[in-house]
């Protein structure tokens, strides 16, 4: 299975998360390095991205620590405490403590990498 690291930097908050075998989490690992700017609602990180990915196997409910592409928003979403506004593609979970992302600002600068063999790996 695949990870990645979910890096805010301002928020002291490094993480990985193991990849499901989905569509959509294979599309994103293909365009990874990504960086952006995290926005909050409620008990949820979340950010827009590169891909655009259509709905596959979507759930309205998702666990604390789920981690999932919103189709609508072209968004990478962090789930720790809540359910989605709207259906979500689930990509994974994270593997630590998900209220860590509850100190993430709205504006902060946020980045997934892939992690190969525990290195994040390098963009070609």
Request: with cysteine; aromatic share 8%.
């Amino acid at each position: 299975m695949a990870k990645l690291r979910i890096v805010a930097k301002d928020a002291n908050v490094s993480m990985t998360a193991t990849l499901n075998e989905s569509e959509t989490a294979k599309k994103l690992l293909k365009i990874l390095p990504i960086e952006s700017h995290a926005q909050t609602w409620g008990e949820e990180v979340y950010f827009e991205t590169p891909l655009h990915a259509p709905e596959q196997d979507p759930h309205a409910e998702v666990p604390s620590g789920t981690i999932a592409y919103w189709p609508p928003g072209h968004a990478f979403c962090i789930f720790f405490g809540q359910e989605p506004y709207s259906p979500v593609n689930v990509l994974g979970a994270l593997d630590g403590e998900a209220k860590l992302f509850a100190r993430v600002k709205s504006g902060e600068k946020i980045r997934l990498e892939h992690v190969e063999e525990g290195k994040p790996k390098a963009k070609k």
